[in-house]
C-alpha cells in the first residue's frame, strides 16, 4: 500500500495567521493529489498543528510569536477541500510526530510514502526525516508542487536538504 501524508493543510497556515501566497497556492495540487491516492484505495494521513492557550509560553511560542492552531479554532481546522472524512489524523504538538510514525508501521506492507503540505521547511522536512529514520528502506518522497515553505527560499533550501538525506523530491 502507498501512504500520502497530508502536513498541517490547515487554516491558519493557509489563509490565516501565518498563511502565505504561496500556501494559497499549493491548495488545488494537494486535493489533486489526495484524490488520486484515495480514489485507489491508498492510505491518506493528516498531520494537524496543535497547540494549547499557553502557546506563547511555550519554546516555540517564544521563538514564533503567532498564536496559531489552538485546538478547536478556526484557524486549527484543516481545509475541509482536502480533507476526506474519516482519513485519519495526527495531532502534533510540535514540528514532527514519532504517533504518525507508530500510525504507518501499524498498517503493514508499506510500498511508499509521500508528503505534501505546509511548511516545507519546518514540519515536512521534520517528518520527513522521523519517516526516513524509522523506515530506510522504504522510498519516501515528497511532491515540490504540492508543498510551500515559510520563504520561497527556504522552500528550496529544505527540498535541496531532503535531497541529500535521499529523499525523492518531485515537482
Not at 491558519?12 to 501565518?18: K, N, R, S, T, Y
Not at 484557524?75 to 476526506?84: A, M, Q, T
Not at 522510498?139 to 536538504?161: F, M, Q
Request: charge should be negative; glycine fraction near 8%.
Amino acid at each position: 500500500m502507498k501512504v500520502l501524508v497530508v502536513v498541517d493543510m490547515q487554516h491558519d497556515f493557509v489563509d490565516g495567521a501565518l498563511g502565505t501566497s504561496e500556501a494559497k497556492q499549493i491548495v488545488e495540487n494537494v486535493k489533486k493529489k489526495v484524490e488520486l491516492y484515495w480514489s485507489v484505495g491508498d492510505k491518506v494521513i493528516y498531520t494537524q498543528d496543535t497547540h494549547a492557550t499557553n502557546y506563547l509560553q511555550t519554546q516555540e511560542g517564544r521563538n514564533l510569536p503567532v498564536e496559531h492552531c489552538l485546538k478547536n479554532s478556526w484557524g486549527w481546522e484543516i481545509l475541509s477541500e482536502v480533507y476526506k472524512t474519516g482519513a485519519p489524523v495526527v495531532e502534533k504538538k510540535g514540528f514532527g510526530s514519532l504517533e504518525l510514525s507508530d500510525m504507518i508501521a501499524g498498517i503493514g506492507e508499506v510500498e511508499s510514502i509521500e508528503l505534501v503540505g505546509l511548511c516545507t521547511d519546518i514540519c515536512v522536512i521534520s517528518n520527513a526525516m522521523i519517516l526516513k529514520s524509522r523506515f530506510p528502506e522504504i522510498p519516501i518522497s515528497v511532491d515540490a508542487s504540492c508543498c510551500a515553505g515559510v520563504t520561497p527560499e527556504s522552500h528550496t533550501n529544505a527540498l535541496r536538504a531532503m535531497q541529500m538525506c535521499q529523499i525523492q523530491v518531485m515537482s
